[in-house]
């Protein structure tokens, strides 16, 4: 159980247009998921929280306008990246976290590595 | 602001030996606790946590931690590793509300430890 999956896996775009990430919780409901970048041999940083049927929270330093997010229902959240450029390129990660007051516990998505040429 | 720091960057050791992984935290109130290990290749996956109860935890394959309050740790314990334990371990914390005992939510991340067992 608790499985998270991320779509694509992989995604090669040139710069100027626009990548959509879609984040699922596959068999809980989260009514809250997170997105993460990864940079090279370093961890995480959180850059949004997703909220379903709400705006997103997003991290300080994180623009709003270009990583747009989605969270239309209790399944799936999106980011797409607008008007992508080679410093957007990176390894974006989800994680879902399920509802239940007690749970707490965040799964996290095989994570989508965006290469912006 | 919450702060999670991991004392080891890498970490080599022989199949057999005892590992521990340290973790401090700096955060003035109740937290949630969390290591999550990256198998090469692979995504995150939760290995362990810690809410409340006994500090001592048992985690997947073998894995412990134990919290300790005083000195605002959490490391990872295990007796003897094995060459199928490689990967980046994160230890991980969240605030947790008062009210209904959910957390804010977010994760603060360590910045990993990356474990080499040599056969």
């Known amino acids: 159980g608790a499985v998270v999956s991320q779509h694509p896996s992989r995604v090669i775009c040139k710069s100027g247009t626009s990548v959509k990430i879609e984040c699922r919780s596959l068999d809980f409901q989260a009514t809250t998921m997170f997105w993460y970048r990864q940079f090279p041999k370093q961890s995480l940083m959180l850059m949004a929280t997703?909220?379903?049927?709400?705006?997103?929270?997003?991290e300080q330093g994180v623009e709003k306008d270009k990583f747009l997010i989605n969270h239309a229902s209790l399944t799936l959240s999106t980011l797409t990246v607008t008007s992508a450029h080679p410093e957007d390129s990176s390894f974006y990660i989800c994680?879902?976290?399920?509802?239940?007051?007690?749970?707490?516990?965040?799964?996290f998505g095989p994570g989508t590595r965006l290469t912006v040429l | 602001a919450q702060s999670v720091s991991q004392h080891n960057h890498h970490v080599i050791l022989s199949e057999a030996a005892s590992l521990e992984l340290g973790c401090n935290y700096s955060?003035?109130?109740?937290?949630?606790l969390f290591w999550y290990v990256q198998y090469p290749g692979q995504h995150l996956q939760l290995l362990l946590k810690y809410f409340s109860g006994d500090p001592l935890v048992k985690g997947i394959k073998g894995f412990e931690a134990e919290f300790i309050k005083s000195k605002f740790s959490f490391n990872l314990r295990k007796p003897s590793v094995q060459w199928s334990d490689t990967a980046e371990y994160f230890c991980?914390?969240?605030?947790?509300?008062?009210?209904?005992?959910?957390?804010?939510?977010?994760?603060?991340f360590g910045k990993g430890t990356k474990l080499s067992v040599k056969p």
């Open positions: 997703s909220n379903e049927g709400s705006k997103a929270t997003y």
């Open positions: 991980a914390v969240n605030a947790r509300r008062m009210n209904y005992g959910g957390s804010q939510g977010n994760l603060i």
């Open positions: 955060y003035g109130g109740t937290v949630n």
């Open positions: 994680s879902a976290r399920e509802d239940s007051p007690k749970a707490d516990t965040q799964y």
